[in-house]
């Protein structure tokens, strides 16, 4: 029996959905890999041919990647091999790589904002609304890093987004969380998300300036809480 096609979108759709919902609010693994593809489908409810279709749509969209033979993992594929990434993890450290941030991504802010999209300023909406919307830290940081990728995104310019998914690979082969004191969820004054909101205006409206600002203003503001929480030896 042929199943019609508004049919099998509907499942489609579903399963997408509720891939979706699952890697904002799972207990990933530390390494970001996820269950494997027949237990990944149960918890889901979807058949294993939706559960790939769903899988190959993130994966297009850089959430998440998979290596032959080892699985697949939330973030987006690392430019070079995981030992690379691994052995510059060794080489630099927290304040290294709030250094690289704050060089590489104002000037994606502000590139983003003379080649955004409607389509890419209202991915960075979302993002921001669901951030917002989070109930644990692990969907906060999920929905941060999705915003972050979503700016190197919108600047359409494939070698710098290849660059902030290096970068990030190693921010998060540094453990950020470890440095955190983890209440249940942020809280809503948390400085992040009036930041986020400044950086979107800004490309919306057209202003590279402001935007490349508002992108530094906010590094730094990650970059002084980091580095307090490691005078203070917070775990």
Known sequence: ?????????????????RLRDFLAGAAISADGRLPPERDLAGRLGVSRAELRKALADLEAEGIIWRHVGKGTFVGAR????????AAMTRRTNPSEVMQARLTIEPEMARLAALHATSGDIAELHACIARSRQAETWRQYE????????AV???TGNALLLGLLDTLTAVRRAVTWGRLR??????????????????????IADRDATAAAAAM???IRS?????????ARGDD
């Open 216 to 218: 530094r203003t906010h």
């Open 142 to 149: 999920a929905w941060d890093n999705r915003f972050h990728r």
């Open 152 to 154: 190197g995104e919108a």
């Open 222 to 230: 990650v970059e002084r809480n980091l580095l307090a929480r490691m």
């Open 181 to 202: 004191y983890n209440p249940v969820k942020p809280d809503p004054a948390h400085h992040s998300f009036e930041e986020h909101e400044a950086i979107v205006a800004a």
């Open 1 to 17: 029996m042929v199943t019609p096609p508004d049919v099998g979108a509907a499942a489609a759709a579903t399963a997408d959905a």
């Open 78 to 85: 690392p430019v070079d091999t995981v030992a690379d990434v």
